[in-house]
């Protein structure tokens, strides 16, 4: 699914999509290091993803720092719980 999916998570004034943490995580992974990711830049989101992450911000961009920060405090908060309450990972 692409980064304008039926499937969205209301997060307040502005609607992020339902696959919105993976594809910033690819985002983030391919601009970290272009080369070394092994990361399509035309597979994230739909294909031109600084244009669709300004056209989410353009109506109120307070509210889509809030969304964004919502959705990175989450991810943070799942790792966090499996890393520390669950402990870290057994080698098998």
Do not use: C
């Amino acid at each position: 699914m692409g980064l304008f999916g039926k499937r969205q998570q209301n997060t307040g004034a502005v609607r992020l999509p339902a696959d919105f943490a993976r594809t910033l995580e690819q985002y983030g992974r391919w601009t970290f290091d272009p080369p070394g990711s092994g990361i399509d830049p035309s597979q994230i989101g739909g294909g031109n993803i600084e244009y669709e992450l300004f056209m989410l911000a353009q109506d109120d961009s307070d509210a889509f720092v809030r969304a964004v920060a919502a959705v990175a405090a989450r991810r943070f908060h799942r790792l966090h719980r499996a890393t520390v309450r669950d402990g870290p990972p057994r080698p098998v």
